[in-house]
């Protein structure tokens, strides 16, 4: 009981924060309950959304209020005003970009299907826009390294993906739309990797201030953006994505243009080390190879379910707002969650915080299977937040403990460009042929059985550990 109220504690610091939590437990309840004759279907959505919004928004005022708190008294340690606003500048830019990403991301597989695409055409674009992004990846990380700067990269990469998003509402043909939804992940590709390059490059003068706070930002951002974009979306159409998420995303980047003078100010020069030439490669440790098979397999099922549980909405019945308010559930589980991991951390090792997560998304997949309400599927999303957050974090520990001294950073950069690289080109390609061909249901069966694969290879090629034996979290966490 004290740890329930203790995670609850942030809904509660404002008054009659409980009436809210109240509403949010029992008002989606009665939206699923109650009869479609008495009550329409936009009506339930949009009474949920807006109760959930509530709710997370103050969740996310209480955790703010909480911080500042802590900070004031001293409990997350002293920052020197440099190293305030670099780090206050940087959570800006992390809600930016993560309501920026709302505009899109959830919503250009129901674009694309207004525009004439059927789901594995839909699957096809957007296993290409994925490989597209992976392939560029490595190019912007050599400019940010060798030619631009991490800083300047991310502006350079927001104008551009800008620039490039107005031109969906110019494209008339299905292969002009298509051409420009790749060239969009292709300007996209840096942005996420990069502030997060920022973040613990910033971090190095604050490290008592977790990586993970400032990511819960872009969470934030999301959460809040996501449902007024769908509302918006709802009424006025999704042709108006590209005009939404243009100006968004020059937003962002024009912000990291204004901080960056003041992040290079307060960020006091480190000379590079003088590293020794390596004259060998060293093999990998079979147990990364397995988590990196494990990663694939869970990546391509989340990013199968994520693609097309948006137009599984849509045909039953469900319109852009109740897409936003799913992204938007999925945000509010996972911020609490993902801040709350090291509470889990006492109890579960990396292995099994990871697996844990894994089976939360294989339960959510198959509900989905069998689920036939628009608004019951989008409150699902939900519980898959908690999933995320749990394989999200226990990704990086793993990481972290599975790979040499001298291959940390390898080592991470292996499992995010298979997760986040590709995978989302599997389950993209794969989910759209799956659902054009037998329908959603067996799709998110397939999925659930992937989900189930990726637990059980995580099992047999991870070490077993207990809490105890754990190393010291690593400090991007």
């Known amino acids: 009981m004290a740890r329930a109220t203790r995670f609850f504690r942030p809904l509660l610091t404002r008054r009659k924060a409980s009436f809210t939590v109240s509403l949010m437990v029992s008002v989606p309840s009665w939206a699923l309950a109650a009869p479609k004759a008495s009550s329409s279907m936009s009506t339930r959505c949009l009474l949920t ?30 920052l020197d005003d440099g190293s305030s606003v670099a780090i206050g500048d940087l959570n800006v830019a992390f809600i930016l970009v993560g309501a920026a990403d709302a505009t899109l991301l959830p919503f250009i597989p129901l674009y694309l299907f207004e525009r004439g695409f059927s789901a594995p055409a839909i699957g096809f674009v957007l296993a290409a826009a994925a490989l597209a992004s992976f392939i560029a990846g490595p190019t912007w990380a050599y400019l940010a390294d060798h030619r631009l700067g991490l800083e300047n990269t991310v502006v350079l990469a927001g104008s551009i993906g800008a620039a490039v ?8 043909t299905t292969i002009a739309v298509a051409a420009v939804t790749v060239a969009l992940w292709v300007a996209r590709a840096p942005v996420i990797s990069l502030l997060d390059a920022i973040a613990l490059q910033r971090l190095r003068t604050a490290s008592r201030v977790g990586y993970a706070r400032i990511r819960l930002r872009m969470s934030a951002g999301w959460a809040a953006s996501v449902v007024l974009s769908g509302g918006l979306f709802q009424v006025a159409g999704l042709r108006l994505i590209p005009f939404v998420y243009a100006p968004m995303a020059l937003l962002a ?8 003078t003041r992040g290079v100010a307060s960020q006091r020069a480190e000379p590079a080390p003088n590293l020794p030439r390596v004259r060998r490669l060293n093999p990998m440790p079979l147990a990364l190879i397995g988590f990196l098979v494990s990663a694939l397999l869970l ?14 909405i849509s045909i039953l019945g469900g319109g852009a707002l109740l897409v936003g308010a799913a992204a938007a559930f999925q945000a509010l589980t996972e911020i609490p969650t993902m801040a709350y991991t090291h509470v889990l951390l006492r109890y579960l090792s990396h292995r099994m915080l990871y697996v844990a997560g894994a089976g939360v998304y294989l339960l959510v997949f198959i509900a989905w299977a069998l689920v036939s309400d628009a608004l019951a599927t989008a409150l699902l999303k939900l519980v898959l937040g908690v999933g995320f957050a749990l394989t999200y974090v226990g990704a990086v520990l793993i990481a ?4 040499p001294l001298h291959l940390r950073a390898t080592a991470q950069a292996l499992v995010k ?35 189930a694969g990726a637990a059980v290879m995580a099992m047999i090629a991870l070490p077993a550990r207990s809490p105890r034996q754990v190393p010291r979290p690593s400090t991007i966490i």
């Open 49 to 78: 959304v807006c109760i959930v919004y509530t709710a997370c928004s103050t969740y996310i005022r209480g955790c703010a209020s909480r911080e500042s708190t802590a900070t004031r008294t001293g409990m997350v340690g002293t």
């Open 165 to 172: 998003a107005l031109l969906l509402a110019a494209a008339h």
């Open 253 to 260: 980047g024009l912000w990291v243009w204004h901080a960056r």
């Open 299 to 312: 990546g391509s099922a989340f990013a199968a379910t994520s693609n097309f549980v948006t137009l599984r």
């Open 400 to 403: 972290d403990d599975v790979a």
């Open 417 to 451: 460009a298979v997760s986040g690289g590709l995978a989302p080109v599997i389950g993209a390609l794969g989910g759209g042929i799956i659902f054009g061909a037998f329908g959603s249901g067996a799709m998110f069966t397939a999925a659930a059985a992937v989900a």
